[in-house]
Protein backbone atom coordinates (compact mmCIF):
# COMPACT_ATOMS: atom_id res chain seq x y z
CA UNK A 1 0.00 0.00 0.00
CA UNK A 2 3.03 2.14 0.81
CA UNK A 3 1.89 3.95 -3.13
CA UNK A 4 -1.21 4.18 -2.22
CA UNK A 5 -1.40 5.74 1.10
CA UNK A 6 1.18 8.49 -0.21
CA UNK A 7 -0.87 9.54 -2.52
CA UNK A 8 -3.63 9.68 0.54
CA UNK A 9 -2.40 11.92 2.92
CA UNK A 10 -4.91 13.86 4.82
CA UNK A 11 -2.41 17.03 5.69
CA UNK A 12 -0.77 17.36 2.15
CA UNK A 13 -4.64 17.25 0.69
CA UNK A 14 -5.45 20.06 3.26
CA UNK A 15 -2.08 21.69 1.97
CA UNK A 16 -3.00 21.50 -1.19
CA UNK A 17 -6.79 23.06 -0.94
CA UNK A 18 -4.59 25.97 0.51
CA UNK A 19 -2.37 26.06 -2.81
CA UNK A 20 -5.21 26.21 -4.74
CA UNK A 21 -7.31 28.72 -2.60
CA UNK A 22 -4.35 31.25 -2.61
CA UNK A 23 -3.82 30.90 -6.62
CA UNK A 24 -7.78 31.03 -7.36
CA UNK A 25 -9.17 34.37 -9.28
CA UNK A 26 -11.87 35.64 -6.82
CA UNK A 27 -13.50 37.31 -9.75
CA UNK A 28 -13.68 34.49 -11.80
CA UNK A 29 -15.24 31.32 -12.31
CA UNK A 30 -13.74 27.62 -12.81
CA UNK A 31 -15.84 25.10 -14.56
CA UNK A 32 -13.58 21.62 -14.49
CA UNK A 33 -14.89 18.47 -16.29
CA UNK A 34 -13.77 15.13 -14.83
CA UNK A 35 -13.74 12.52 -17.32
CA UNK A 36 -13.44 9.95 -15.38
CA UNK A 37 -15.75 7.85 -13.73
CA UNK A 38 -13.06 6.51 -11.35
CA UNK A 39 -12.30 10.56 -10.91
CA UNK A 40 -15.98 10.97 -9.77
CA UNK A 41 -15.51 7.67 -7.91
CA UNK A 42 -12.66 10.19 -5.62
CA UNK A 43 -13.98 12.79 -5.86
CA UNK A 44 -17.04 11.58 -3.76
CA UNK A 45 -15.27 9.20 -1.64
CA UNK A 46 -12.52 11.75 0.03
CA UNK A 47 -15.13 14.79 -0.36
CA UNK A 48 -12.58 16.81 -2.44
CA UNK A 49 -15.41 18.83 -3.64
CA UNK A 50 -15.75 20.14 0.09
CA UNK A 51 -12.08 21.39 -0.04
CA UNK A 52 -12.44 23.52 -3.27
CA UNK A 53 -12.75 27.18 -2.84
CA UNK A 54 -16.47 27.91 -3.98
CA UNK A 55 -15.87 29.11 -7.71
CA UNK A 56 -14.37 26.11 -8.54
CA UNK A 57 -16.91 23.44 -9.59
CA UNK A 58 -16.42 20.09 -10.80
CA UNK A 59 -18.76 19.00 -13.40
CA UNK A 60 -18.80 15.00 -13.58
CA UNK A 61 -18.32 13.65 -17.22
CA UNK A 62 -19.38 10.63 -19.30
CA UNK A 63 -16.59 8.21 -18.39
CA UNK A 64 -18.34 5.56 -16.60
CA UNK A 65 -18.58 3.05 -19.36
CA UNK A 66 -21.45 1.10 -17.95
CA UNK A 67 -23.47 4.50 -17.58
CA UNK A 68 -23.01 5.67 -21.64
CA UNK A 69 -24.07 2.09 -23.13
CA UNK A 70 -27.61 3.17 -24.01
CA UNK A 71 -31.04 1.34 -23.60
CA UNK A 72 -31.15 -0.45 -26.83
CA UNK A 73 -27.42 -2.28 -26.30
CA UNK A 74 -29.10 -3.71 -22.87
CA UNK A 75 -32.03 -4.99 -24.24
CA UNK A 76 -30.40 -6.21 -27.17
CA UNK A 77 -28.51 -8.27 -24.99
CA UNK A 78 -31.28 -9.36 -22.92
CA UNK A 79 -33.04 -10.48 -26.16
CA UNK A 80 -30.15 -12.55 -26.98
CA UNK A 81 -30.04 -14.02 -23.16
CA UNK A 82 -33.62 -15.13 -23.60
CA UNK A 83 -32.38 -17.14 -26.98
CA UNK A 84 -32.43 -20.99 -25.79
CA UNK A 85 -28.90 -21.81 -27.17
CA UNK A 86 -27.87 -18.91 -25.76
CA UNK A 87 -25.27 -18.55 -22.66
CA UNK A 88 -24.54 -14.85 -22.23
CA UNK A 89 -21.98 -13.50 -20.15
CA UNK A 90 -21.03 -10.13 -18.84
CA UNK A 91 -19.78 -8.50 -15.74
CA UNK A 92 -22.04 -7.86 -12.75
CA UNK A 93 -22.39 -4.32 -13.05
CA UNK A 94 -24.03 -5.04 -16.66
CA UNK A 95 -26.14 -7.62 -14.91
CA UNK A 96 -28.44 -4.39 -13.18
CA UNK A 97 -28.44 -1.72 -16.24
CA UNK A 98 -31.95 -1.15 -16.61
CA UNK A 99 -33.28 -1.24 -20.11
CA UNK A 100 -36.67 -1.05 -21.31
CA UNK A 101 -39.50 -0.95 -18.90
CA UNK A 102 -36.60 -1.76 -16.25
CA UNK A 103 -35.46 -4.89 -17.46
CA UNK A 104 -32.03 -6.34 -16.49
CA UNK A 105 -30.25 -9.15 -17.29
CA UNK A 106 -30.55 -10.10 -13.98
CA UNK A 107 -34.10 -10.06 -14.39
CA UNK A 108 -34.22 -12.05 -17.06
CA UNK A 109 -31.82 -14.75 -15.08
CA UNK A 110 -34.53 -15.00 -12.70
CA UNK A 111 -37.46 -15.96 -15.49
CA UNK A 112 -34.88 -18.28 -16.96
CA UNK A 113 -32.54 -16.97 -19.24
CA UNK A 114 -28.92 -18.27 -18.90
CA UNK A 115 -27.11 -15.48 -17.89
CA UNK A 116 -23.72 -15.63 -16.32
CA UNK A 117 -21.52 -13.20 -14.62
CA UNK A 118 -17.66 -13.38 -15.06
CA UNK A 119 -14.94 -11.81 -14.01
CA UNK A 120 -12.58 -11.67 -17.13
CA UNK A 121 -12.79 -12.22 -20.38
CA UNK A 122 -10.81 -15.87 -19.94
CA UNK A 123 -13.67 -16.54 -17.84
CA UNK A 124 -15.95 -16.55 -20.78
CA UNK A 125 -13.57 -18.51 -23.05
CA UNK A 126 -13.51 -21.42 -20.15
CA UNK A 127 -17.60 -21.35 -20.19
CA UNK A 128 -16.99 -21.45 -24.33
CA UNK A 129 -15.28 -24.63 -23.47
CA UNK A 130 -17.15 -26.41 -21.04
CA UNK A 131 -20.29 -25.64 -23.20
CA UNK A 132 -19.43 -26.62 -26.86
CA UNK A 133 -22.87 -27.58 -26.88
CA UNK A 134 -24.54 -23.88 -26.39
CA UNK A 135 -23.50 -20.49 -28.20
CA UNK A 136 -21.75 -18.17 -25.40
CA UNK A 137 -21.63 -14.61 -26.08
CA UNK A 138 -19.73 -12.28 -24.37
CA UNK A 139 -21.36 -8.75 -23.79
CA UNK A 140 -18.14 -6.51 -23.68
CA UNK A 141 -18.22 -3.04 -22.56
CA UNK A 142 -15.65 -0.48 -21.65
CA UNK A 143 -13.29 2.09 -22.92
CA UNK A 144 -9.98 1.41 -24.20
CA UNK A 145 -8.67 -0.03 -20.94
CA UNK A 146 -11.10 -3.32 -21.19
CA UNK A 147 -10.42 -3.19 -24.68
CA UNK A 148 -7.45 -5.39 -25.22
CA UNK A 149 -8.38 -8.21 -23.42
CA UNK A 150 -11.31 -8.74 -25.30
CA UNK A 151 -9.07 -8.59 -28.34
CA UNK A 152 -7.23 -11.30 -26.48
CA UNK A 153 -10.15 -13.48 -25.84
CA UNK A 154 -11.01 -12.98 -29.64
CA UNK A 155 -7.69 -14.18 -30.86
CA UNK A 156 -7.27 -17.00 -28.28
CA UNK A 157 -11.12 -18.31 -29.22
CA UNK A 158 -9.40 -18.41 -33.16
CA UNK A 159 -6.58 -20.44 -32.18
CA UNK A 160 -8.82 -22.65 -30.05
CA UNK A 161 -11.22 -23.10 -32.74
CA UNK A 162 -13.86 -22.60 -30.84
CA UNK A 163 -17.05 -21.85 -32.79
CA UNK A 164 -19.52 -21.77 -29.99
CA UNK A 165 -18.16 -18.14 -28.92
CA UNK A 166 -19.11 -14.92 -30.61
CA UNK A 167 -18.80 -11.11 -29.06
CA UNK A 168 -21.31 -8.58 -28.50
CA UNK A 169 -19.05 -5.55 -28.52
CA UNK A 170 -19.88 -2.11 -27.61
CA UNK A 171 -16.15 -1.03 -26.75
CA UNK A 172 -16.07 3.13 -26.92
CA UNK A 173 -13.48 5.31 -27.82
CA UNK A 174 -12.69 8.31 -25.17
CA UNK A 175 -11.54 11.13 -27.20
CA UNK A 176 -14.67 10.72 -29.56
CA UNK A 177 -16.64 11.24 -26.52
CA UNK A 178 -14.40 14.19 -25.61
CA UNK A 179 -15.18 15.67 -28.71
CA UNK A 180 -18.67 14.76 -28.24
CA UNK A 181 -19.28 16.92 -25.16
CA UNK A 182 -17.20 19.70 -26.98
CA UNK A 183 -19.73 19.23 -30.25
CA UNK A 184 -22.89 19.30 -27.88
CA UNK A 185 -25.22 21.56 -30.07
CA UNK A 186 -26.12 24.73 -27.99
CA UNK A 187 -28.95 24.33 -26.66
CA UNK A 188 -27.89 21.33 -24.39
CA UNK A 189 -23.95 22.78 -24.53
CA UNK A 190 -22.58 23.50 -20.89
CA UNK A 191 -19.98 25.21 -20.05
CA UNK A 192 -16.17 24.04 -19.33
CA UNK A 193 -13.14 25.50 -18.94
CA UNK A 194 -10.53 22.78 -18.87
CA UNK A 195 -10.56 18.77 -18.33
CA UNK A 196 -9.14 16.55 -15.81
CA UNK A 197 -8.10 13.79 -18.31
CA UNK A 198 -8.40 10.10 -17.83
CA UNK A 199 -5.65 8.19 -16.32
CA UNK A 200 -6.68 4.45 -16.87
CA UNK A 201 -7.39 4.86 -20.22
CA UNK A 202 -4.48 7.40 -20.99
CA UNK A 203 -2.24 4.23 -19.97
CA UNK A 204 -2.73 2.53 -23.06
CA UNK A 205 -3.84 5.09 -25.57
CA UNK A 206 -1.29 7.68 -24.66
CA UNK A 207 -1.50 11.57 -23.99
CA UNK A 208 -0.91 12.24 -27.60
CA UNK A 209 -4.67 11.65 -28.33
CA UNK A 210 -5.77 14.34 -26.16
CA UNK A 211 -3.16 16.90 -27.24
CA UNK A 212 -5.85 18.32 -29.80
CA UNK A 213 -8.16 19.25 -27.05
CA UNK A 214 -5.91 21.95 -26.04
CA UNK A 215 -4.06 22.89 -29.42
CA UNK A 216 -6.65 23.00 -31.47
CA UNK A 217 -9.92 23.72 -29.24
CA UNK A 218 -7.70 25.83 -26.47
CA UNK A 219 -8.94 23.33 -23.18
CA UNK A 220 -6.65 22.98 -21.06
CA UNK A 221 -6.10 19.28 -20.25
CA UNK A 222 -4.45 17.36 -17.18
CA UNK A 223 -4.20 13.94 -17.22
CA UNK A 224 -4.00 12.39 -13.82
CA UNK A 225 -3.96 9.40 -11.70
CA UNK A 226 -7.20 8.25 -8.90
CA UNK A 227 -5.69 9.07 -5.53
CA UNK A 228 -7.28 12.49 -3.74
CA UNK A 229 -3.75 14.32 -4.36
CA UNK A 230 -3.62 13.45 -7.94
CA UNK A 231 -6.57 14.97 -8.08
CA UNK A 232 -5.81 18.11 -6.50
CA UNK A 233 -2.66 18.53 -8.00
CA UNK A 234 -4.31 18.22 -11.50
CA UNK A 235 -7.09 20.60 -10.50
CA UNK A 236 -4.17 23.08 -9.50
CA UNK A 237 -2.64 22.38 -12.69
CA UNK A 238 -5.79 23.29 -14.49
CA UNK A 239 -6.39 26.39 -12.58
CA UNK A 240 -2.62 27.89 -12.99
CA UNK A 241 -3.24 27.05 -16.84
CA UNK A 242 -6.16 29.15 -17.32
CA UNK A 243 -5.15 32.07 -14.64
CA UNK A 244 -2.14 31.88 -16.94
CA UNK A 245 -4.77 31.80 -20.61
CA UNK A 246 -2.76 29.04 -21.56
CA UNK A 247 -4.54 25.71 -22.83
CA UNK A 248 -1.62 23.17 -22.76
CA UNK A 249 -2.12 18.91 -22.39
CA UNK A 250 -0.27 18.38 -18.89
CA UNK A 251 0.65 14.68 -17.75
CA UNK A 252 0.65 14.64 -13.95
CA UNK A 253 0.30 11.00 -13.99
CA UNK A 254 3.83 10.27 -15.55
CA UNK A 255 4.20 7.52 -12.92
CA UNK A 256 2.10 5.40 -15.52
CA UNK A 257 0.92 7.03 -18.68
CA UNK A 258 3.71 7.84 -21.48
CA UNK A 259 3.10 10.18 -24.17
CA UNK A 260 2.34 7.43 -26.32
CA UNK A 261 1.16 4.60 -24.39
CA UNK A 262 1.16 0.94 -24.54
CA UNK A 263 1.77 0.36 -28.09
CA UNK A 264 1.40 -3.65 -27.93
CA UNK A 265 -2.23 -3.18 -26.44
CA UNK A 266 -2.93 -0.43 -29.29
CA UNK A 267 -1.51 -2.86 -31.94
CA UNK A 268 -3.66 -5.76 -30.98
CA UNK A 269 -6.82 -3.47 -30.71
CA UNK A 270 -6.10 -2.48 -34.18
CA UNK A 271 -5.75 -5.91 -35.21
CA UNK A 272 -9.61 -7.52 -33.94
CA UNK A 273 -11.58 -4.29 -34.24
CA UNK A 274 -11.94 -0.83 -36.69
CA UNK A 275 -14.13 1.97 -36.28
CA UNK A 276 -17.79 2.18 -36.44
CA UNK A 277 -19.15 4.55 -38.44
CA UNK A 278 -21.20 5.85 -36.03
CA UNK A 279 -22.73 4.65 -31.97
CA UNK A 280 -25.29 5.58 -29.97
CA UNK A 281 -24.10 6.70 -26.26
CA UNK A 282 -26.52 7.18 -23.39
CA UNK A 283 -26.77 11.04 -22.85
CA UNK A 284 -24.36 12.16 -26.07
CA UNK A 285 -26.70 11.11 -28.74
CA UNK A 286 -25.00 9.20 -32.05
CA UNK A 287 -21.07 9.89 -32.04
CA UNK A 288 -19.21 9.60 -35.30
CA UNK A 289 -16.29 6.87 -35.19
CA UNK A 290 -16.69 6.64 -31.58
CA UNK A 291 -16.80 2.87 -30.97
CA UNK A 292 -15.42 -0.34 -31.93
CA UNK A 293 -16.48 -3.88 -34.17
CA UNK A 294 -14.78 -6.47 -35.06
CA UNK A 295 -12.97 -7.03 -37.79
CA UNK A 296 -14.32 -8.84 -41.17
CA UNK A 297 -11.18 -11.49 -40.18
CA UNK A 298 -12.85 -11.78 -37.06
CA UNK A 299 -16.76 -12.48 -38.51
CA UNK A 300 -16.88 -15.74 -37.02
CA UNK A 301 -16.82 -14.45 -33.47
CA UNK A 302 -19.02 -11.18 -33.97
CA UNK A 303 -22.40 -12.18 -31.91
CA UNK A 304 -23.90 -9.04 -34.17
CA UNK A 305 -23.20 -11.30 -37.27
CA UNK A 306 -23.87 -14.45 -36.06
CA UNK A 307 -27.08 -14.06 -34.50
CA UNK A 308 -28.28 -10.84 -36.86
CA UNK A 309 -29.75 -8.52 -34.59
CA UNK A 310 -31.22 -5.50 -34.60
CA UNK A 311 -30.42 -2.84 -32.40
CA UNK A 312 -33.32 -0.28 -31.44
CA UNK A 313 -32.90 3.24 -30.10
CA UNK A 314 -34.73 3.29 -26.98
CA UNK A 315 -35.81 6.01 -24.62
CA UNK A 316 -34.68 6.12 -20.79
CA UNK A 317 -37.68 6.27 -18.09
CA UNK A 318 -38.90 9.73 -18.94
CA UNK A 319 -38.03 10.19 -15.21
CA UNK A 320 -34.61 9.71 -15.60
CA UNK A 321 -32.00 11.95 -16.24
CA UNK A 322 -28.66 10.52 -16.63
CA UNK A 323 -28.61 11.58 -20.28
CA UNK A 324 -28.56 15.27 -18.49
CA UNK A 325 -25.92 13.93 -15.60
CA UNK A 326 -23.72 12.14 -18.25
CA UNK A 327 -23.49 15.25 -20.20
CA UNK A 328 -22.55 17.51 -17.28
CA UNK A 329 -25.56 19.55 -17.37
CA UNK A 330 -27.30 18.29 -14.22
CA UNK A 331 -25.93 16.85 -10.58
CA UNK A 332 -27.41 13.90 -9.42
CA UNK A 333 -29.41 15.18 -6.80
CA UNK A 334 -30.94 17.44 -9.50
CA UNK A 335 -32.72 14.34 -10.99
CA UNK A 336 -36.47 14.42 -8.96
CA UNK A 337 -35.97 10.45 -8.13
CA UNK A 338 -32.22 10.83 -6.59
CA UNK A 339 -31.87 8.66 -3.79
CA UNK A 340 -35.83 8.34 -3.60
CA UNK A 341 -37.12 5.82 -6.37
CA UNK A 342 -33.66 5.52 -7.96
CA UNK A 343 -31.14 4.08 -5.19
CA UNK A 344 -27.87 1.48 -5.82
CA UNK A 345 -30.76 -1.11 -4.75
CA UNK A 346 -33.20 -0.19 -7.15
CA UNK A 347 -31.64 1.36 -9.71
CA UNK A 348 -33.89 3.43 -12.35
CA UNK A 349 -31.24 5.01 -14.80
CA UNK A 350 -27.41 3.60 -15.15
CA UNK A 351 -25.66 6.14 -13.83
CA UNK A 352 -26.89 4.26 -10.17
CA UNK A 353 -25.26 1.22 -11.16
CA UNK A 354 -21.67 1.25 -11.11
CA UNK A 355 -19.60 2.70 -8.63
CA UNK A 356 -18.29 4.75 -11.04
CA UNK A 357 -21.53 6.13 -11.97
CA UNK A 358 -22.04 9.76 -10.66
CA UNK A 359 -25.38 8.74 -9.27
CA UNK A 360 -24.03 5.98 -7.18
CA UNK A 361 -20.72 7.55 -6.09
CA UNK A 362 -22.90 10.75 -4.91
CA UNK A 363 -25.55 8.63 -3.16
CA UNK A 364 -23.33 6.34 -1.36
CA UNK A 365 -20.66 9.49 -0.27
CA UNK A 366 -22.29 12.50 -0.98
CA UNK A 367 -26.05 12.98 -0.06
CA UNK A 368 -25.96 13.71 3.41
CA UNK A 369 -24.03 16.75 3.09
CA UNK A 370 -26.91 17.63 0.42
CA UNK A 371 -29.18 17.39 3.51
CA UNK A 372 -26.61 19.56 5.72
CA UNK A 373 -26.62 21.98 2.99
CA UNK A 374 -29.91 22.25 2.81
CA UNK A 375 -30.76 22.38 6.17
CA UNK A 376 -28.42 25.73 6.57
CA UNK A 377 -30.13 27.32 3.72
CA UNK A 378 -33.73 26.81 5.29
S1 LIG B 1 -30.94 9.38 -9.89
FE1 LIG B 1 -31.27 7.53 -11.09
S2 LIG B 1 -32.69 8.10 -12.68
FE2 LIG B 1 -31.87 9.99 -11.80
S3 LIG B 1 -30.15 10.50 -13.13
FE3 LIG B 1 -29.34 9.29 -11.45
S4 LIG B 1 -29.39 7.17 -12.18
FE4 LIG B 1 -30.67 8.37 -13.58
Redesign the pocket.
Known amino acids: MKYLEAFRDGDLARRLAAAIAAEVDEHRGYRLMEFCGGHTHTLARYGLERLLPDNVEMIHGPGCPV?VLPSGRIELAIDLARRPEVMLCSYGDMLRVPGKNGATLMKARATGADVRMIYSTLDALKIARAHPDRDVVFFAIGFETTTPPTAVAIKEAQRLGLNNFTVLCNHVLTPAAMAGILGTPAEQAIHVDGFVGPGHVSTVIGSRPFERFARDDGYPVVITGFEPLDILQAIRQLIRQLNDGRAELENEYSRVVSRDGNQKAQALMAEVFELRDTFEWRGLGSLPRSALKLRAEFADFDAEQRFAVQIESIP??K???????LRGA?R????????M???PDN???????SSE????A??RYGRFADRKTAQATT
Open positions: CDHACECAAVKPEQCKVFAVCTPLGSCMVGACAHY
